[in-house]
């Protein structure tokens, strides 16, 4: 395998596919101007949106809501220097609606930490994308 051989761009339902295998993702933001990144645990909605369960009064919660953020979740395998990683990009809103937010509460994300009276943010899948490393046997 040549080294052009060893990415190769996903599409969209490729890079979804691989979003629904894995359970956590960073949130990539901008806190006091400066860019931000949070580990989180999230879901998608039907309609491919990103969801987070999160404390209604959260830094993440202010400074995101109405904000176009990016998402990024990965996988990769050190031993075979192979994996993917996808990139979400869209506005992040916190959901109001009631009947959204207890069908999201019903369906969507469980947060890894305890929470009381948690919101639900979901992130618009605007723009989808991703890359695959395939592992390039014998290279240091």
């Known amino acids: ?46 309609d491919s949106a990103v969801l987070l369960r999160t404390s209604p009064d959260s830094d993440l919660v202010r400074a ?27 506005r992040a809103t916190v959901v ?3 009947a959204e937010h207890e069908r999201l509460s019903q369906a969507g994300p469980t947060s890894w930490m305890p929470l009381e009276d948690p919101v639900i943010v979901r992130i618009e899948s605007e723009m989808v994308t991703g890359r695959e490393l395939r592992g390039l046997r014998g290279t240091p």
Do not use: H
């Not at 051989?5 to 006091?32: I, M, S």
């Not at 860019?35 to 909605?45: I, K, R």
């Not at 990016?70 to 990139?87: I, N, Q």
């Open 64 to 90: 995101i809501d109405g904000v176009v953020v990016a998402f990024e979740a990965d996988e990769f395998d050190a031993a075979t220097r192979s994996g993917w990683s996808v990139v979400v990009t869209g």
């Open 96 to 98: 109001t609606d009631p």
């Open 1 to 46: 395998m040549s080294k052009n051989d060893a990415f190769r761009a996903l599409d969209r339902q490729e890079c979804l596919r691989l979003l629904a295998k894995v359970p956590v993702g960073r949130v990539v933001y901008t806190r006091q101007a400066l860019p931000a990144v949070l580990p989180v645990n999230f879901s998608l909605d039907t």
